[in-house]
């Protein structure tokens, strides 16, 4: 039975539906006045959060924090991350996929999927922290709340929250209140999805709670070549639950599972239109957002087709204890696993010339001990955490070394030997096996060196031409050129591999003190200690790259002439890329985009220790029953990290490297108001960071490595407003300025990556009776300034030293506005309802990434946004939520 079917079975309307009602007639009975849960608002009906591990009112956090209930999440159609970001000042969410998403809080991005890698933006499950970028996007359905605490939260949240944390509460089984949910929706591009939940009271301090989501969506982005549209959508996921609450004693038993089978992403080049692989005709335009034409050789990953394949499931079980009205235990503990595969067509054309894939796997096994002490004048508490991380991060890619060399000696169009051919028109695949052309290329690429190192020595243009003519011609006969050439391999294929592991050990404590009735100060401090384990290794699957070893024998021509011209001749050997290294041939495994560890493969490990403090101080003074304002400031601290990268020659061993911990000091001041009788919520803060040791990554050759960027700094503005002016009308609004650059090295004043300087929301709710039903219309709109998606901003200036330098500064997205709308009918009791609804109303053409793997080749690639979808929808509730 597959998993879909399963869930419904497991949630199918007509069981939820009778069950619910059944046991909402019975708790109806035994509680007529049944209000919701108590950790979900105040009595008069405000929001309580637990963003300093306590329950508080919002108003009453001293950081910047943006809290939002489930069901503002339902009104605005708010079901996964990258949509939710779209409201949050402060907070964005690139999702290139549910395996890639990246996470942008005040213009730090939290995205890699390196294993041994560290979060800068922590993401919590009830408490339990799924940061690892490659497992923590998950499904955002029967939720309670979201809290996104802005600012760095180490203190509070521990490892990873550098600059700030989100933590997802999902609805808890209930034992005072049965529920019961149904939705089912259709949408353009085939769309659907269902959504179910039911919440069963067994006794008076004993629940059960299942909900589920299956959703599917055709892709929105054209393939060219025919077979499945690239950036569909398929997900399926199931949340149990189970509640026991006798007396002092609640314990909360959550499971999740999430399967993920996403069509391909549609990584496009803008720079050459799509083509057919086979006749060379031109089949689409080269628009960011139009038609492509990309695939995965059968050769590939034993051919498994563009697309992502993920399973994410975990266990979690929270209890709290209260000893007295004054002391309590908080304790939880989890075991989290992930496992993803995507494949991808790196190069955003038809021609093979770069295919890639990502195996990440990782488990997460988390446990947590909290006391906490609170009475009148002060809230304490103290604990330690114990975190275990273990994973890998596969990386195989096939390169068709003859497409290669043509990209790298810009001769996609086959460089005049289809007469008339425009530049941006890759040729046809088969004039690759034309041992004529490649070899020519392959004299081309020498004599462009040649040509460059006699410039340099003082020759002008024409000498300098007939110098590398002569040389070429010496050192490469045009028989030699095309016998390598004939060696070049349709589908070499290597493997880089990342290894890392965890383990952590937390002490922490925090204590908030009332001086007076008005004024309240705060502080807290974190050791954290870090055992970890990085281990790499690198090979070749099918031969040595006959394109790697003839660009090394080029880089020996200025050292060792002799050498080089002695590798070029055995290149030229029938065969040379499956020849065995030996005495009599000496020739390493050369790898293309990484050089082989060891021997083709060899594991290497390395350990590491860290250790560190983070801390906290607070303020707060209430100006009046309606209004605080409040100053912070924090250290957050990312630990350090043991860094790996492949050998730089072949057969070498994996190159370590300790990244020193980043740090930012953080400065805050804000003020949190509840006016018009608690209907006007007004929150603003202004902020500063000073970062040292900011990491960024730097394409060196066809690989991306982490380096030390050194300092950078941000600063800005966040303000956000929810009101209620009347029972038929509900406001929010939001705006962020984020000003953050880098303040030292060859990026200065360079923008952080996925960060505008300015964002926007607004949403507006109208809910009025009309006879027997409730009409609502929820129009929003949210809008973003220009953002570059790598920290070098695509300058030219920054990209020489790749392996194919990018001279156009054209990985950018501008400012733009998405407007949203819902229209929906309701039964006066809520039990029923019917909507339309649509995004992206006035079909926005947008981005969401650029540069990528691609980049490695000098061929960026781009992601289309989503475009309109607009649908229809139908649910039925049954009891309180």
Do not use: C
Not at 457 to 462: C, E, K, M, V
Not at 603 to 619: E, I, K, V
């Amino acid at each position: 039975m597959s998993v879909r079917y399963a869930l419904l079975a497991l949630a199918s309307p007509i069981a939820l539906l009778a069950a619910t009602d059944a046991a909402a007639q019975e708790a109806a009975q035994a509680q007529p006045e049944a209000t919701a849960p108590a950790d979900s608002r105040t009595d008069g009906g405000e929001i309580v959060v637990t963003a300093q591990l306590v329950e508080q009112k919002p108003m009453d956090v001293p950081f910047a924090l943006t809290a939002l209930q489930g069901q503002f999440l339902d009104d605005l159609g708010i079901t996964e991350f990258d949509r939710l970001g779209q409201f949050i000042p402060g907070f964005d969410v690139q999702n290139q996929s549910p395996n890639n998403p990246g996470f942008v809080m005040r213009g730090i991005t939290s995205d890699s999927g390196a294993a041994y890698n560290e979060p800068r933006v922590s993401v919590f499950q009830d408490g339990v922290s799924i940061s690892k970028s490659r497992g923590s996007y998950v499904e955002l359905f029967d939720m309670e709340r979201v809290e996104v605490a802005k600012g760095p939260q180490s203190t509070l949240y521990g490892r990873g929250a550098l600059i700030g944390a989100v933590n997802l509460v999902q609805a808890k089984a209930d034992p005072k209140n049965a529920y019961g949910y149904v939705y089912g929706q259709y949408s353009n591009f085939n769309g659907y999805r269902i959504d179910q939940t039911v919440n069963l009271p067994l006794s008076d301090d004993l629940a059960i709670r299942v909900a589920s989501r299956i959703k599917e969506r055709d892709g929105t982005i054209a393939n060219l070549l025919g077979g499945e549209d690239y950036n569909g959508i398929k997900s399926e996921a199931v949340r149990g639950a189970l509640r026991w609450a006798p007396g002092a004693l609640t314990f909360d038993l959550i499971g999740n599972y999430q399967h993920d089978k996403a069509s391909g992403t549609s990584f496009k080049s803008i720079a050459y239109n799509p083509t057919d692989p086979v006749t060379g005709a031109v089949i689409g335009d080269r628009g960011r957002n139009s038609g492509a034409a990309l695939a995965s050789p059968s050769s590939f990953e034993r051919g498994r087709p563009l697309g992502l394949d993920r399973d994410v499931w975990g266990v979690t079980g929270i209890a709290n204890y209260d000893f007295s009205p004054n002391l309590s235990l908080n304790a939880i503990g989890s075991y989290r696993k992930f496992a993803g595969i995507e494949v991808f067509d790196a190069d955003g054309i038809s021609l093979p010339a770069l295919t890639a894939a990502e195996d990440a796997q990782g488990n997460q096994t988390m446990g947590t001990l909290r006391l906490t002490w609170k009475n009148d004048r002060v809230t304490a508490f103290f604990g330690g955490t114990y975190f275990r991380e273990d994973g890998f991060q596969r990386a195989p890619s096939q390169f068709d070394e003859r497409v290669a060399l043509a990209r790298l000696t810009n001769t996609l169009n086959g460089g005049g030997a289809i007469p008339g051919r425009a530049a941006t028109d890759p040729a046809p695949l088969a004039l690759f096996s034309n041992t004529a052309f490649t070899g020519s290329l392959l004299q081309g690429v020498l004599r462009s060196q040649l040509y460059s190192a006699f410039r340099k020595a003082g020759l002008n243009d024409a000498q300098a031409t007939a110098q590398a003519a002569t040389q070429t011609n010496a050192l490469l006969p045009t028989a030699q050129a095309q016998a390598i050439a004939a060696n070049l391999k349709p589908g070499h294929q290597e493997t880089t591999t990342n290894y890392g592991r965890t383990e952590s050990w937390d002490l922490f404590g925090d204590v908030t003190f009332d001086v007076t009735d008005r004024f309240q100060v705060g502080g807290g401090i974190r050791w954290s200690h870090d055992a970890k384990t990085t281990g790499f290794s690198s090979a070749v699957s099918n031969g040595r790259s006959i394109l790697g070893g003839y660009i090394g024998a080029l880089q020996l021509l200025g050292s060792s002439p002799a050498t080089a011209q002695q590798l070029l001749g055995a290149l030229a050997v029938p065969g040379a890329a499956n020849i065995p290294t030996s005495a009599l041939y000496p020739v390493p495994l050369f790898g293309l985009g990484a050089q082989p560890t060891g021997t083709n493969g060899q594991l290497y490990n390395a350990d590491h220790n860290d250790s560190g403090f983070t801390w906290r101080a607070t303020a707060k003074y209430e100006i009046s029953p309606e209004a605080n304002i409040y100053a912070n400031y924090a250290r957050g601290r990312r630990p350090e990290i043991l860094s790996v990268g492949a050998p730089s020659t072949p057969g070498g061993a994996a190159r370590f490297s300790v990244l020193p911990s980043e740090t930012v000091d953080s400065y805050e001041a804000g003020v949190k108001t509840a006016l018009a009788n608690r209907t006007l919520f007004i929150d603003g803060s202004v902020f500063y960071y000073r970062y040292k040791n900011f990491q960024t990554t730097e394409q060196q050759g066809t690989t991306f490595v982490t380096i030390n960027a050194g300092r950078a700094e941000s600063y800005g503005f966040e303000g956000q407003v929810n009101w209620r002016p009347a029972d038929w009308v509900s406001l929010f609004g939001s705006y962020a300025y984020n000003h953050s650059r880098f303040a030292a090295g060859a990026r200065d004043g360079n923008r952080f990556r996925l960060s505008p300087d300015h964002s926007a929301a607004l949403a507006v709710q109208f809910k009025v009776p009309a006879g027997p039903v409730k009409i609502d219309f929820t129009p929003s709109v949210t809008w973003q300034s220009k953002v570059f998606f790598d920290d070098d901003n695509d300058l030219p200036a920054l990209q020489v030293n790749n392996l194919v330098p990018d001279l156009v500064q054209d990985e950018v997205q501008g400012s733009y506005a998405l407007v949203d709308a819902r229209l929906g009918f309701e039964t006066d009791n809520g039990r029923w309802r019917i909507e339309g609804f649509v995004t992206n109303a006035f079909n926005q053409k947008y981005i969401k990434d650029a540069g990528n793997t691609g980049d490695a080749l000098g061929m960026p690639t781009f992601i289309a946004g989503e475009p309109r979808v607009y649908g229809i929808a139908a649910s039925l509730k049954l009891g309180k939520r």
